[in-house]
């Protein structure tokens, strides 16, 4: 009764404030943070001398053009290109514009360099796929116009730097050469395209820079064939393998005839060492071949004669040589030595001398170096410093200057895969007693100016030190577990295969872990992190244990490669231990059960339909044997259109492995291929709690949820809706959704939605679905909202019986008892297409929920789960909107005041995580994609505490205050009665 | 005022009786004085003091019977505020609603206490007692209704369920698409 009267309050609370969610100016930064990343960084062009700025302008793996601070690393300018829309190439032209080629160079742009807005935007045309080249030449003038070459999709572009106009363009794809190098020797009109035709036949185009005439077309066989890609390394002489990797081929190209000539690799080295790789760096006059980890200089002398300059046992990475004064050339050149990194800077012409050799102590938790970009810069007495740009194993970003890491940008962080949560270490007394009396003064103090500030007493500085107090709050970044649980760790696996730790408080990394089983390595070539769960989460009896999670991953790039698992300590951010599996890593399939370490049971299905239970432990095996037939799993074969339901029969044949079990088929449920092609699914999170199994509805009726753990909802659109927008026609596309019980593999409920399309996106909470697509005939986004209600608990409504406890409401089910369901489900238009959807989800399940729409704009909108009701009607009854029923619309409000990351983007959203606290009214918001972004939002406002800016002080001085007026009062009524008994 | 009463009637430390009550002469060592009649006083006071007592007990009964109809009048109040504040739930319409019911708890409570200055041999308060409970009763009733309609009484079946947890599931499935 008492919990009704709180939800009938709670109920007209929530009601009374439509959108209590939204923020005051003051309270960003409170309980947000918000981090800007650029990804892995693939190229990267300093500014030259002349524009005096100490910026570079990177390019990177996540589509992000970005202009850095040398000094501090922090981001001038960014752009975040599309998914598809990747970065072949970029370089500066004019002195003032960034120029990028992308979307396989079919798009370039030209960006103004101080303050990033882009200038220009040319689409090239072109049908064959080629290689993409990018060439910004110096002294290249037509009509006055400097010129930009763009080689790709077999053409040869010559473009304007002004305004990004098309000079001419000059057809390759008729003619059958795959174009490897476009050259522009300085001081001539002569553009020189050079590439294979075949394998065996090299041609060189000779090319009026001015006007796009073909002025000279040599071709030369060469019959042993080439292999790979030539590089240019001066500016008559290329370099290639031959066939068979034996061989390294100069090919002299200016000259009247294409020379060849041929030197075998062991003759120069000596001995056969491995294959050899041309490393991509552009030297003048030197070559860099890799084998394995040896890296050998081969200097190219006139007339195609190599010689061997250096070998280099323990190299990394070598940059493009970069000319300063005087002509000179300098590259850099990065090796491991015993834990540290050695930088050397030599010159092209004189190897013999290091003009810097610098050794840097370093994080081993960075991993290898893995590319070097160099730069020069003036020092005070007028010589020449370097300093060098490094990119680490870690995706990690790096600047070296005088032997000293200047700074280092954690880019890893923007390529994240997988997030998990663990808690904080429980406060010690002695620790915080102590804290708090050295802070005892300031902490009076700010109570002091926080009363002042109630008061409206405060001046602006006052006013600017509460805000600065409230954003700074040591509060919140504290190291120990919290009352409210807002502090907790996150666990985030990122693409390098590096496990990050950050402080839900202020998003610092607390610790980083470069897993070494995921690290490349004799057993495991090609290693991939997948997905990261919580292993050990210690509370009751455990409380001594550190928490730790579980990191699977796999060696290989296909799906039936061995597996991976390693289990990290959370607190230390070590690794307690690594498993190289013999069997591959399909699914991971968390199971409800903990031993007695409280370890969470883990089953691994394989390629082959094996499931395997970790971990490997006899505790484990009895708690799984006791539960065994009640363990069903499910695969979704997306491609096949076949989802199948399997059961675990027996200890695997051949192999003598008790923890090994068969699995065999027990339903499938087959989409026909002509008609239905699955593009989502969704289920429910694991660690979600439900409250109630009833919802009470309007007349003091009720409902019983179909609450099911084993509830898949998955969608289908038609194979000919699945191409682009706009292609298919609304008669020919459809979709149609099904809610699939996974056990008994029982379809609840089909629905078709004609004239839709994808992408889908669903999220799965309690007993209901709610997804987005696309609507061809209203040509909107729609979503829908579809809920399951289960009728064999209908009946139970004497309140007599209900009353003496005779009821079997919470006795255990089985799925296979097949209860009667019914669904109701609405649809709405939705303005927004969206790239995530997720839902709130608290400690408890009593707070309301909202749903979280990452939209297009890369920001995060709340959605109240209201809006999503089947029950909504145009005119609902009294009794409906007492229930809190909202009238009828045909589309979701999208309320300004409702976007959760308020001014901020999440550049490149990929995905939104909630984390409920113990607070039951409030929820940690995470969302990941290039950037970062955390924070607490209140779905139904925070009704079970007192605001952030609750003013203890002023109780506290109003409480003294009554107590000391109680007393005065008294003294005086004593005094008063004496005075009239001596009356 | 309370006080200083007590303090008076406390500082009575000592009486001298000079009624006399007793009827025959023998009794007494002392003779009647010349011309004084004890019978007939005698008669005369005691008819007197029936008469009043008999006044008296009828005024108790009546008085009686007066208090037995207050709370009608109470709750015709009650009734009048309770259809002012209707029927959502709020803080008049429940502080109205638990002073309805607290009022007749209290004062079904306090029967003996209401009745006690009535007490007489002769007054028979049987009848007003009776009275007085069963209009409070119904003022109860009348609060226990208001209560309903305001929705605070567990009569449906969605109080009893609503804060029922889910049933456990027998079967666990995991899975969905492989890994890639």
């Known amino acids: ?983 | 005022m309370e006080k200083g009463k007590g303090v008076m009637v406390g500082g009575r430390r000592w009486a001298v009786d000079f009624t006399d009550y007793s009827t025959s002469p023998s009794s007494r060592d002392v003779p009647d004085p010349p011309g004084f009649s004890r019978a007939s006083q005698d008669q005369d006071d005691s008819t007197l003091s029936r008469q009043k007592k008999d006044a008296e007990s009828n005024w108790k009964s009546q008085k009686a019977w007066e208090v037995a109809q207050a709370p009608f009048k109470n709750l015709l109040m009650m009734g009048f505020m309770m259809w002012m504040a209707g029927s959502t739930v709020h803080l008049f319409s429940i502080g109205i609603t638990f002073s309805a019911l607290w009022q007749p708890i209290s004062a079904l409570q306090g029967v003996g206490k209401v009745f006690e200055p009535y007490k007489d041999v002769k007054v028979d308060l049987l009848g007003p007692k009776l009275l007085f409970i069963a209009l409070n009763l119904g003022g109860l009733a009348l609060g226990v209704w208001k209560l309903n309609t305001l929705g605070l009484l567990p009569t449906h079946a969605s109080d009893w369920v609503s804060s029922l947890p889910p049933a456990q599931e027998v079967e666990y499935s995991g899975g969905g698409i492989p890994i890639r």
Request: charged content about 20%.
């Open chain 1, 1 to 983: 009764m008492d919990i009704r009267v709180f939800l009938l309050l709670l109920l007209v609370l929530v009601s009374s404030v439509e959108h209590g969610f939204s923020l005051y100016e003051d309270q960003v930064g409170l309980m947000d943070w918000h981090q800007r990343y650029i990804g892995k960084v693939k190229h990267a062009v300093f500014h030259t001398q002349k524009t005096g700025r100490k910026r570079v302008v990177v390019s990177t793996e996540e589509n992000v053009v970005a202009s850095l601070d040398l000094r501090h690393a922090e981001i001038f300018w960014r752009h975040v290109l599309g998914t598809n829309d990747a970065v072949d190439a970029v370089d500066i032209a004019l002195g003032k514009y960034v120029i990028t080629l992308s979307s396989e160079g079919s798009i370039l742009r030209a960006w103004n360099l101080p303050d990033g807005q882009m200038v220009w935007e040319s689409f090239l045309q072109g049908s064959n796929p080629s290689k993409s080249l990018l060439s910004v030449p110096i002294n290249l003038k037509v009509d006055k116009d400097n010129v930009i070459l763009v080689f790709s999709k077999g053409f040869l572009h010559a473009v304007s730097s002004i305004d990004g106009d098309v000079l001419w363009d000059k057809d390759f794809s008729a003619e059958s050469i795959e174009v490897q190098q476009i050259i522009q020797p300085p001081e001539s009109y002569v553009i020189y395209a050079v590439g294979f035709v075949g394998s065996s036949q090299f041609d060189v185009y000779q090319i009026n820079a001015k006007s796009g005439e073909l002025l000279k077309h040599k071709s030369a066989a060469f019959p042993d064939g080439f292999y790979g890609e030539v590089l240019l390394v001066s500016s008559d002489m290329l370099v290639s393998l031959d066939a068979t990797r034996s061989n390294l081929v100069t090919i002299s190209f200016r000259k009247e005839e294409i020379s060849f000539s041929k030197t075998h690799i062991s003759y120069l080295v000596g001995e056969s060492l491995g294959i050899p790789v041309i490393l991509p760096s552009k030297l003048s006059g030197i070559l860099a071949v890799k084998f394995n980890t040896l890296l050998v200089f081969i200097r190219v002398k006139s007339e195609g004669k190599l010689e061997v300059v250096d070998k280099i046992a323990n190299a990394a990475a070598v940059s493009d040589a970069l000319s300063f004064s005087e002509g000179q050339q300098a590259f850099a050149l990065v090796e491991h030595v015993d834990g540290k990194i050695l930088l050397t800077v030599k010159l092209s012409h004189d190897w013999n001398s290091d003009f810097l050799k610098e050794s840097i102590a370093m994080d081993h938790q960075w991993g290898l170096v893995q590319k070097v970009f160099i730069n020069t810069y003036i020092r005070t007495d007028r010589s020449h410093g370097f300093r060098v740009l490094i990119v680490m194993e870690d995706h990690s970003l790096l600047l070296l200057q005088q032997g000293e890491i200047v700074w280092s940008r954690e880019e890893g962080l923007a390529s994240i895969i997988d997030v998990t949560t663990s808690e904080l270490p429980v406060e010690k007394k002695g620790v915080s007693v102590a804290k708090v009396e050295q802070n005892l003064f300031e902490w009076l103090k700010g109570h002091v100016l926080k009363l002042k500030g109630t008061l409206m007493l405060a001046s602006p500085e006052d006013i600017a030190v509460i805000q600065d107090m409230r954003l700074k709050s040591s509060e919140k970044s504290k190291m120990t577990r919290d009352h409210n649980g807002f502090r907790k760790l996150l666990i985030v696996l990122t693409r390098a295969g590096k496990l990050y730790a950050l402080h839900t408080g202020d998003g610092r990394v607390i610790w980083s872990l470069l897993l070494p089983s995921l690290r490349k390595s004799g057993s495991c070539k090609h290693p991939t992190g997948l997905s990261v769960y919580q292993w050990q989460v210690p509370h009751h009896h455990a409380m001594d244990e550190n928490p730790s999670v579980l990191v699977a991953g796999r060696c290989g790039p296909h799906w039936d490669a061995p597996g991976v698992l390693s289990f990290v300590d959370t607190y230390t951010g070590k690794e307690l231990n690594a498993l190289g599996l013999t069997h591959s890593v399909a699914q991971v399939i968390p199971l409800p059960f903990t031993d007695s370490t409280e370890q969470h049971l883990h089953l691994l299905i394989d390629s082959d339909q094996c499931a395997h239970l970790y971990p490997r432990t006899s505790e484990a095996i009895g708690i799984f044997q006791r539960e065994f037939s009640n363990i069903y799993w499910y695969s979704v074969e997306a491609d096949n259109g076949i989802i199948k339901g399997h059961a675990l029969r027996s200890n695997c044949i051949g192999v003598v492995d008790e923890y090994c079990f068969n699995s065999s088929d027990l339903w499938s449920i087959v989409f026909p291929s002509e008609s239905e092609k699955i593009i989502a699914t969704a289920t429910r999170k694991l660690n979600e709690v439900v409250h109630t199994q009833a919802k009470v509805i309007a007349d003091q009726d009720v409902m019983f949820k179909y609450i099911s753990k084993n509830l898949l909802f998955v969608a289908t659109i038609a194979p000919k809706a699945s191409g682009e927008f706009g292609k298919p026609t609304p008669e020919e596309s459809w979709l149609v959704v099904y809610l699939i019980d996974t056990v008994t593999g029982r379809i609840l409920h089909r629905m078709t939605h004609h004239g839709s399309q994808g992408p889908v996106h669903a999220v799965l909470s309690e007993n209901w679905v709610v997804y987005h697509y696309f609507n061809l005939r209203a040509h909107r986004y729609e979503m829908s909202v579809i809920e399951i209600y289960d009728l064999s608990r209908a009946e139970n409504k004497d309140v007599w019986k209900l009353l003496v406890g005779k009821h079997n409401l919470t006795s255990p089910i089985s799925l296979y008892s097949r209860p009667e369901v019914m669904t109701k489900s609405q649809s709405y238009f939705f303005t927004q297409s969206v790239k995530a959807l997720a839902v709130t989800s608290t400690a408890k399940g009593i707070t309301s929920k909202q749903l979280l729409i990452g939209t297009i704009g890369d920001q995060v909108l709340a959605l109240d789960k209201r809006y999503l009701d089947p029950r909504r009607s145009v005119n609902p009854t009294q009794a409906e909107k007492e229930e809190g029923i909202i009238p009828l619309s045909d589309s979701l409000p999208i309320i300004p005041q409702s976007y959760v990351t308020h001014a901020l983007k999440v550049e490149g959203l990929r995905g939104i995580v909630t984390l409920p606290t113990k607070l039951e009214s409030t929820t940690l918001v995470f969302a990941h994609g290039v950037d970062l972004f955390l924070t607490r939002i209140a779905p139904s406002r925070t009704y079970d505490s007192l605001t952030e800016d609750f003013s203890y002080a002023l109780l506290l001085l109003t409480i003294v205050a009554l107590i000391a007026a109680i007393f005065v009062t008294w003294v005086l009524s004593e005094k008063k009665e004496l005075q009239e008994k001596w009356r």
